[in-house]
């Protein structure tokens, strides 16, 4: 169940281009080589088949082609208008504006390309520059505009004529319309603790203009993709069970999300440990230090790519020995120590597989933990790999998935071979098993991406 707001009076955001009609105009001089007709036919024909310019994926299936040749003796030839073709698919260059899905499509990329808009009820310049600073910086209010684009060409032809250079100048002007329906609502109402909410803008093409207020010490990071832009609220088993909200403000205006915190069943156990033992692992206070220094840095790692497409793999097989989030009492202490993720005993040297692609922001030795590896999957999703026997990737490497990473052992404080695999968004570990099944809120991403 979604909880949906749509902000109907909300300026800036979604917007749909429009071809109602497009014009286009070609006025290339050829200069050099024998000219005449018969070159002024093979400009033309070159232009036709190659300057061609599309918008939002619809050809412009008829243009005027004007222009004027001059030839060696300094004769001007002028044609009349023609139909240009449309791009020719081996030859097609797209240059694309992600932030509307809007894509120009020429024949072949121009030499230079330029952009301006203008306000279709005054006129008023609204932007000027390149496709890539279109895509960055237009953020226009919802309304009705005009697009021009201007793209020049360079080029030599080699012709039965002879060779002879040419410039040609393409422009293309569009009917823009702003109307930008901006969504912004949690991807559940319900979250159980170890799994993750996606917290959405439909629409909104500025990462920059939203942030929300949680009542837990989390920072969002929202991320743009061509539908919006979108954040991981993850839960891990400190959250606790109960109805909360969420304040986002976007551009000025703010909404309430609600949503209710459920509990899983944990396994309880009740230990009794020596002193001795407490001492000799969790008990030195310098190694624990190190590894949560070194936790709290990468867990502020986000890429904005999204590494992965496929589902998340449990990264070795063996026997569960520690569940994630297992209330464990020891010395009858009044509350429990928590796991953050699964332990999977098995031999020692068994291959360890990276869960999903990604990045690895972490490959080296830590008292605590040993030979750990720490992978990024973007958007701050991260899985860590700990007490392995030896090291197979490098910090920097871009992995698979299914990739070996290293191998199973029991490097740092472990007493046994296995894999202590956890899984984090930001700084809040949350259940691997939501990810393995494919139920975790990360996979709602995938449809957003497009
Ligand atoms: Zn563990």
Excluded at 19 to 37: H, N, Q, R
Excluded at 379 to 406: N, P, Q, W
């Amino acid at each position: 169940m979604k909880t949906k707001i749509r902000w109907m009076n909300f300026t800036v955001i979604l917007l749909s281009v429009l071809v109602l009609s497009a014009m286009a105009w070609i006025i290339f001089t050829a200069f050099g080589g024998p000219g005449g007709a018969a070159a002024r036919e093979d400009a033309l024909s070159w232009c036709a088949q190659n300057a061609t310019m599309s918008l939002s994926g619809q050809p412009v299936s008829s243009y005027g082609l004007t222009g004027v040749l001059r030839d060696e003796t300094g004769k001007e030839h002028s044609f009349a208008e023609k139909d240009g073709a449309s791009p020719s698919e081996t030859q097609s260059e797209t240059v694309r504006m992600e932030n509307y899905g809007a894509a120009l499509e020429f024949g072949v990329r121009p030499d230079t390309f330029a952009i301006t808009v203008t306000n279709a009820a005054d006129g008023a310049a609204v932007f000027s520059g390149t496709a890539q600073e279109f895509s960055q910086n237009f953020r226009p209010q919802n309304g009705e505009y005009l697009l021009h684009a201007d793209a020049t060409y360079a080029k030599t032809l080699q012709t039965d004529q002879g060779t002879y250079e040419m410039r040609a100048q393409l422009s293309f002007e569009a009917p823009l319309t702003v109307d930008i329906k901006l969504d912004i609502y949690l991807s559940d109402e319900t979250v159980s603790q170890g799994d993750v909410l996606l917290l959405c803008a439909d629409g909104l093409q500025d990462p920059a203009a939203i942030s929300a207020e949680l009542p837990f010490e989390y920072t969002p990071v929202f991320e743009q993709t061509p539908s919006g832009c979108y954040a991981y609220i993850p839960f891990n088993y400190m959250r606790a069970e109960g109805e909360y909200e969420i304040t986002v403000d976007c551009m000025g205006t703010q909404q309430v999300l609600k949503y209710t915190v459920t509990e899983p069943d944990y396994e309880v156990q009740h230990l009794t440990v020596s002193a001795s033992t407490v001492s000799s692992t969790v008990g030195d206070n310098s190694a624990v230090t190190e590894y949560n220094r070194k936790m709290d840095e990468l867990a502020a790692v986000t890429d904005s790519e999204i590494y992965w497409s496929e589902p998340f793999l449990q990264p070795v097989e063996g026997t569960i020995t520690t569940e994630f989030g297992i209330k464990r009492f020891t010395n009858n202490a009044d509350t429990p120590t928590r796991h953050a993720g699964i332990d999977i005993a098995t031999a020692e040297g068994t291959p360890v597989a990276a869960s999903n692609a990604g990045r690895v922001i972490f490959a080296d030795y830590l008292q605590v933990s040993g030979y750990t590896v720490v992978i990024e999957h973007g958007m701050g999703l991260k899985t860590f790999y700990l007490h392995l026997s030896e090291l197979d990737c490098a910090e920097g490497d871009v992995v698979s998935r299914g990739d070996t990473i290293g191998k199973v052992g029991m490097t740092g404080f472990s007493t046994g071979p296995h894999l202590h695999f956890q899984a984090q968004v930001g700084s809040m570990c949350i259940s691997p098993w939501y990810l393995f099944d494919g139920s975790s809120g990360v996979y709602l991403m995938q449809d957003k991406m497009s």
